[in-house]
């Protein structure tokens, strides 16, 4: 039997005692117990599947802001690998509950921190790190880049999307030392802000980060990249950064590597956001609560990862020529056979990914409706 005011729920193979009240949609909110969100369940099925992709035996791994442990344990009884395991919270509550999690799922070897994480962090190395708190991940990323081992890896959580995607620019400005801009691939250039941020954090202590998969998904963005040392390598880095142009009348867009005066967003990462080793390896198993969703996103990673920065989107390409957007999947064809690289993207159902300039894309656009609809009239 439960004990009162606990739940049990189920994840992957997971079992995990939760608060009764526990949030179900949407970024969860503070309740004053211990948190758990079960919409977060894809991000941590997408945390197994990159676990089994990239973690080694022997390694130690840490869940900095593990809660009720949901991350941490299904890592360590999920991805299959011999790993010392290990768990933190400050709040003693979680601490309790991440031990009787451990327990229940018969893993009383994972050891339970509890303490302000970046106490921690200062104290002891790690091969992966994650970092998954409430809002904005900036007051630990420098302790994280630090704590690192060389060619270990960082995991980051930030739900502080509102700054990111440039509805709040002067606060991301203040958090992250890049301005954010309204766009309609805002979602992407929050993400690169966020990458940015860490390359930057790294390269104060001559480190270099590697993104290896770096994603948007329901209300977060979710980072996992690789450290290493070195200022050589921390100064290649730096130069993937650069500023994303983008004028709304035209829907014209540039990414440029010095500061432009006007309609700019960043400093933002510039350059590839995925591993494509990591991600062939990563499976969409059975076992996982999500596996259809996750699938279907390592699908459209696949598709996009050799893209460069920013979409369009289907809607606004619409409203400027006046004509009905077509099917996405067949338009991309399109574009391909008209020897344009494109692809969909995960940050928008709508989203193409393309080489192409705007007036070109609109042109083909315009070319492609002129097509589909003698082809539809002489069906008639
Ligand atoms: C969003 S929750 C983590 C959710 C969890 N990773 C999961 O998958 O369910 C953030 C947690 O960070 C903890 N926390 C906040 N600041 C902290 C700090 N400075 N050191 C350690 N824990 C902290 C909170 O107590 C809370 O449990």
């Not at 590697?210 to 040392?229: G, K, Q, S, T, V």
Request: hydrophobic share 35%.
């Amino acid at each position: 039997m439960n004990s009162p005011g606990l739940a049990t729920v189920r994840e992957g193979v997971t079992d995990l005692l939760v608060p009764e009240g526990f949030s179900r949609k949407g970024p969860g909110t503070k309740t004053g117990e211990v948190f758990y969100n079960r919409q977060m369940e894809f991000g941590r099925d997408i945390s197994v599947m990159f676990g089994r992709a990239t973690l080694k035996e022997g390694q130690r791994i840490l869940d900095g802001l593990a809660a009720s442990g949901a991350r941490g344990l299904r890592m360590a009884n999920e991805c299959g690998v011999r790993a010392d395991f290990e768990l933190n919270d400050r709040d003693l509550r979680a601490a309790v509950l991440m031990k009787q999690n451990a327990e229940m799922n018969s893993l009383g070897h994972v050891k339970i921190h509890c303490r302000d994480l970046r106490s921690l962090l200062a104290e002891e190395q790690f091969d992966y790190i994650d970092i998954d708190p409430f809002g904005t991940p900036v007051d630990f990323i420098d302790a994280a880049v630090q704590s690192c081992k060389n060619n270990g890896i960082i995991a980051i959580t930030a739900t502080d999307t509102a700054p990111l995607y440039g509805t709040y620019p002067k606060t991301c400005f203040r958090r992250y030392g890049s301005l954010s801009s309204r766009s309609p691939f805002a979602h992407e250039t929050g993400l690169r802000i966020l990458i940015g941020f860490i390359v930057r954090e790294a390269a104060k202590h001559d480190r270099a980060v590697e993104p290896l998969l770096c994603f948007h998904a329901d209300h977060y963005f979710r980072c996992h990249a690789r450290i290493r040392n070195g200022a050589a390598r921390a100064d290649a880095a730096i130069k993937g950064l650069g500023y994303v142009v983008y004028d709304r009348k035209t829907m014209k867009r540039q990414v440029l590597e010095d500061l432009p005066k006007k309609n700019y967003a960043g400093p933002i990462w510039a350059r590839a956001m995925f591993s494509p080793e990591i991600v062939k390896k990563m499976k969409a198993t059975g076992d996982l609560g999500t596996s259809p969703r996750c699938a279907k996103m390592l699908e459209a990673w696949s598709e996009e990862m050799a893209m460069g920065p920013g979409y369009y989107v289907m809607d606004d390409l619409a409203r400027k020529t006046k004509l009905a957007p077509p099917k996405l999947q067949e338009f991309v064809g399109f574009l391909r056979e008209s020897g344009a690289q494109a692809s969909r993207t995960h940050f928008d159902p709508k989203g193409i990914k393309t080489d192409l300039g705007a007036s070109e894309l609109l042109k083909l656009y315009k070319k492609h409706s002129k097509r589909t609809s003698s082809r539809r009239k002489s069906n008639v």
